[in-house]
């Protein structure tokens, strides 16, 4: 089945661009998605890249996708604090539209 | 916005308890899903239900657990005999279509099996 991973923690100061990613195994899928978790709260679709594009750009949201090395990222310019969260990768496996997700990445952002 | 809500946000029971999680999807929406998430671990997949019956469900979703949409709202997940590896937030979510990226998740119930 799809594993996706990513890393757990990253730190960057309110201002500043962050850069989430993510690697996953099965590359069949039509849409990769990145969800958004804030405190207390549900998993919210922050934004989402088909499979044939290699980037996408929403505001200050910047998706990339190079499916040769099945390497996914989320791009956040000008980091705020509101933006603190766990930032979750999600990845259909082959012939499902089921979205495997990776451990979450919490983004902390300091003043 | 319409959302999806969930209650309780918290539950907890003793083991070999009996546990219902409701959730109410949003009203136009045909495809519903519970997923869980154990402290610590990854957001699992359990299982998919539509037009009243699964669709699609994971080898976590074994015969301890049953969904049901009771009436036209609700949409509930069942825990027969609650184990204390069951303790874990589970999040409802629902969706228009079958696929496409727009599965909107609930706030989650955490459960806790002491």
């Known amino acids: 089945g799809e594993d996706v991973e990513q890393s757990l923690f990253l730190s960057v100061r309110e201002g500043d661009s962050s850069v989430i990613n993510c690697t996953y195994t099965d590359s069949s899928s039509t849409y990769l998605y990145w969800y958004k978790q804030e405190p207390g709260a549900g998993l919210q679709l922050l934004t989402y890249?088909?499979?044939?594009?290699d980037m996408k750009q929403d505001q200050r949201l910047t998706v990339l996708l190079n499916k040769k090395d099945k390497h996914l990222s989320l791009r956040i310019a000008d980091t705020q604090t509101g933006d603190s969260a766990i930032y979750f990768c999600?990845?259909?496996?082959?012939?499902?539209?089921?979205?495997?997700f990776g451990r979450g990445t919490s983004l902390i952002v300091h003043p | 916005e319409p959302e999806v809500t969930q209650t309780p946000s918290h539950q907890v029971t003793q083991m070999g308890q009996e546990v219902i999680l409701r959730c109410v999807p949003i009203s136009n929406h045909l495809y519903f899903y519970w997923y869980r998430q154990i402290l610590g671990q990854k957001v699992e997949f359990l299982v998919s239900?539509?037009?009243?019956?699964?669709?699609?469900k994971s080898e976590i979703f074994d015969d301890q657990f049953s969904v049901e949409r009771p009436d036209g709202s609700n949409f509930t997940l069942k825990i027969r005999s609650t184990k204390l590896e069951d303790s874990a937030m589970y999040f409802c979510?629902?969706?228009?279509?079958?696929?496409?990226?727009?599965?909107?998740f609930g706030p989650g119930t955490r459960l806790t099996v002491t």
């Open positions: 239900f539509y037009n009243n019956e699964i669709s699609e």
């Open positions: 999600a990845v259909p496996s082959g012939g499902s539209y089921i979205p495997t």
């Open positions: 890249i088909f499979s044939n594009m």
């Open positions: 979510a629902s969706s228009e279509y079958r696929e496409g990226p727009e599965q909107y």
